[in-house]
């Protein structure tokens, strides 16, 4: 019914794998990935899931409640690259993929449209997956989230969200995130194994550790198959601050150490400014 308002959550299972799409899609891109049956196989998945959402927003349309409609577009983390889990995902120009604490598998391309939300911007505002509950619910309802938390409900600590409905009603303008800081993954003091690692963004700066599961294959820059990188505009590169690096950038740097990213100005992470800013490590 369209007088009736609606929540929908869709959470496909494309691009992941297994990879698998019907072969009318994986014709589409016979010739279009070098030859590499694994990017062919993802490309063919994410045009599935966009000829999904077109589905969907096309429904919408017909119902007549299109512009009364929020709709939200993300993910949550980067894609496997290089081959790794058998994939190949892209998230060049940044650095890494979904098994790292690199930008690449942990920084990601999101959209919005509906009403209120203005159109033909884009931003780098921080925001986080947790804020899409607090944000939503005090979008849908005019009033501060916390007055929801039924009675009885756990204290609301700083890592379950925050409201960042304004910034996005804002259009993403500098400065209108709630945030300032973005916490990727973190272990106790003397913990023997940390996973992908530690990781923490306070304002431009991120520092990083990296742990035991940092694979090889997707330590750095990985242009995709059959993607000309000279012909292709990356939006972000425009923070990446030089000519775009390609290849393997190894797995001893940060593995023992702090390292420390300026992720404004060096998005996709070539300059370690540790030894320059000690006291921000400490």
Known sequence: ??????????????????????????????????GDSRRKMVCAMAKVLDDGVGNVTDALKRQGIWNDTV???????????????????SNFPL????????????RLVGAIRGPSIPKGVYTYEKFHATD?????????????????IPAGEAPYLLGDGIDNWPMLRAGGVPGSSARDWL???THASGQIHRTHGDAFVLGDLKIIRTGQVNPRDENG????????????RYLIAERCGELLRKGDAGTSQC?????????????????????????DVA
């Open 1 to 34: 019914s369209g007088s009736t308002p609606l929540f929908l959550s869709l959470p496909y299972q494309a691009v992941h794998w297994p990879l698998e799409a019907p072969a009318e899609y994986v014709a589409i891109y016979a010739r279009k990935t070098g």
């Open 71 to 89: 709709v939200i577009f993300s993910s949550d983390n980067g894609g496997p690259t290089n081959g790794n889990e058998g994939s190949w995902s």
């Open 95 to 106: 650095r890494g993929g979904k098994n790292t604490l690199w930008e690449g598998g942990t």
């Open 132 to 148: 899409w509950l607090p944000t939503l619910v005090s979008m849908a309802s005019g009033r501060p989230w916390t007055s929801f």
């Open 183 to 185: 916490l990727y993954e």
């Open 221 to 232: 820059w990985f242009v995709p198959p059959g993607e000309d990188s000279n012909a292709t």
């Open 255 to 279: 593995a023992g150490d702090w390292c420390l990213f300026n992720i404004t100005a060096d998005a996709c992470e070539y300059h370690d400014l540790a030894k320059e800013r000690p006291d």
